[in-house]
T-cell receptor
Framework: GESVGLHLPTLSVQEGDNSIINCAYSNSASDYFIWYKQESGKGPQFIIDIRSNMDKRQGQRVTVLLNKTVKHLSLQIAATQPGDSAVYFCAETFNKGKLIFGQGTELSVKP | NAGVTQTPKFQVLKTGQSMTLQCAQDMNHEYMSWYRQDPGMGLRLIHYSVGAGITDQGEVPNGYNVSRSTTEDFPLRLLSAAPSQTSVYFC??????????????FGNGTRLTVT
């Protein structure tokens, strides 16, 4: 079946380093992808999105890369800070626009 | 601007009891939805609405009802609670009827335990 998944369930990085969180998707028809950040006890918070007609999109300290050839999505966080510690989800849309979420990767930032 | 507000934050029910989870948004969003989040399962869509008076089922609708009488409110009703409905419930909204151009904005969730 169709699925969105994450390569690494946990990621530990040193404060100040760059973080890369990966996501694989299986449906080549997906046309919109979103990254969310979820802190403990809170709802998912929108970080950045990208459409399938783009390969790269940058925000403040974050970059999303989309490789449609291998159906891979990544989130890069520059100069990772303790406040970046959270679970990060990717999500895709297809089939009338309903979002399908991945399982999430937990990012832990060591001071 | 409060965004998406969910009440209550925590709730404990006994099997067979009914209750309504409240969700309100003040962003004039047309699209609203309910998700449940369970360990190892990710976020799963329960019901959604593309506008007042219109609702539709998501992936896991059984045991839940919704209505959309106003743009602002989208309550989720559990008719007869079961332990399998123990979960964290999130309400989310977006500005379009399609999520192609508009990401979902989430509330902070209702943590429900059914004993």
């Amino acid at each position: 079946g169709e699925s969105v998944g994450l390569h690494l369930p946990t990621l530990s990085v040193q404060e100040g380093d760059n973080s890369i969180i990966n996501c694989a998707y299986s449906n080549s028809a997906s046309d919109y992808f979103i990254w969310y950040k979820q802190e403990s006890g809170k709802g998912p918070q929108f970080i950045i999105d990208i459409r399938s007609n783009m390969d790269k999109r940058q925000g403040q300290r974050v970059t999303v890369l989309l490789n449609k050839t291998v159906k891979h999505l990544s989130l890069q966080i520059a100069a990772t800070q303790p406040g970046d510690s959270a679970v990060y989800f990717c999500a895709e849309t297809f089939n009338k626009g309903k979002l399908i979420f991945g399982q999430g990767t937990e990012l832990s930032v060591k001071p | 601007n409060a965004g998406v507000t969910q009440t209550p934050k925590f709730q404990v029910l006994k099997t067979g009891q009914s209750m309504t989870l409240q969700c309100a948004q003040d962003m004039n969003h047309e699209y609203m939805s309910w998700y449940r989040q369970d360990p190892g399962m990710g976020l799963r869509l329960i019901h959604y609405s593309v506008g007042a008076g219109i609702t539709d089922q998501g992936e896991v609708p059984n045991g839940y009802n919704v209505s959309r009488s106003t743009t602002e409110d989208f309550p989720l009703r559990l008719l007869s609670a079961a332990p399998s409905q123990t979960s964290v419930y999130f309400c989310a909204s977006s500005s379009g009827t399609s999520r192609y151009n508009s990401p979902l904005h989430f509330g902070n969730g209702t943590r429900l335990t059914v004993t």
